[in-house]
């Protein structure tokens, strides 16, 4: 029979590595685009306690991340700090709140600034597990669909501080990590308390702009798949509005609203950050030329252009230093 798990990771990536930081919530998988060519730094830290998987980060740049959490965990999670500027599928995020996740649940993540978070992940079962015996009953959880919740200040903030105090733990002892007892111990601990403070928790106030944030979400995320399940059909932005089932000058003001970018800049940034992960871990017969037709650029002066407004670079250049350093296969 394996034992528990218990174990501190941290990493830090910098500059475009960003670009590759997919695994920021355990069991997830997150693609990070950059927004600007200032060169970031992204921190995350990682404990494993058990059943109970803990990751927090902190972003100094502004980015979306697009992806979905694990498919066999449920999620808690909470952004630390100013909230301002910061939405969680194209909903704003209140200072008070916390996300629910159910297993493998879709996640649009958008910051103007700097921010920080916090999320606790634990099988289904062991969530539904705590539950009852904290309150008696298993919790409803709709799924595919993300709940916010609405805590009282200061239950939020000792929650946050639990897992702090975690990390600032794990940090200071010694190669190893946490031992199998304590690790048990602490991991009982914090998701006792996460269970409790979910169990107990008002919807946050949302209405009329709740429902139409889920609406534009998934619109945002159905258009995503038509531009790039096929990028060489080249589909154009009235094809999609029209497939999307709506018209063009209503797709573009639920992009403005939801993402704050037109359709064709949301578009065009996606595929410049997917020719840049190709260019930063290039395979040994990569071409610049082909890696910008591959992500829907047929005019190589004009990509060479918008990219390096964006990453403050020309593509040769991102690709030549990769393969100075000895990056990709």
């Excluded at 589909?235 to 509005?241: D, F, K, N, R, Y």
């Amino acid at each position: 029979m394996p034992m528990p798990n218990h174990n501190y990771e941290r990493y830090v990536y910098s500059g475009f590595e960003t670009a590759h930081a997919f695994d920021v919530v355990y069991g997830g998988h997150f693609e990070h685009r950059l927004l600007s060519a200032k060169r970031s730094t992204l921190e995350h830290q990682r404990l494993i306690l058990g059943d109970i998987h803990i990751d927090a980060g902190r972003y100094d740049f502004p980015v979306v991340a697009q992806g979905a959490m694990s498919k066999e965990l449920i999620c808690i999670g909470m952004v630390l700090d100013s909230v301002d500027g910061i939405r969680c599928n194209t909903r704003d995020v209140a200072e008070n709140d916390v996300q629910l996740y159910p297993r493998g649940a879709d996640l649009l993540y958008q910051t103007k600034r700097a921010s920080g978070w916090i999320t606790l992940n634990m099988p289904h079962a062991v969530f539904q597990q705590v539950a009852v015996e904290r309150s008696g009953r298993p919790l409803k959880i709709q799924r595919g669909v993300v709940t916010t919740l609405s805590l009282p200040r200061v239950q939020r903030l000792a929650l946050r501080r639990m897992v702090e105090d975690a990390l600032a733990l794990a940090r200071s002892l010694p190669a190893g990590g946490v031992s199998t007892t304590l690790g048990s111990a602490i991991g009982q601990a914090i998701s006792r308390a996460y269970v409790d403070a979910v169990c107990a928790a008002q919807a946050a106030p949302g209405g009329a702009k709740a429902v139409a944030a889920l609406r534009h979400h998934r619109l945002i995320l159905d258009c995503e798949r038509l531009m790039f399940e096929a990028p060489m059909l080249d589909l154009s932005l009235a094809e999609v509005a029209r497939i999307s089932g709506c018209s063009l000058r209503s797709l573009e003001l639920v992009f403005r609203r939801a993402v704050c970018m037109t359709p064709s800049r949301w578009f065009t940034n996606i595929r410049l950050n997917g020719a840049l992960r190709e260019l930063i871990m290039p395979t040994r017969d990569c071409r610049v030329g082909e890696v910008a037709m591959r992500w829907g650029f047929a005019h190589l002066p004009r990509f060479a252009q918008q990219y390096r407004r964006t990453f403050g670079e020309l593509p040769s250049a991102t690709l030549g230093r990769a393969r100075a350093h000895g990056l990709g296969t």
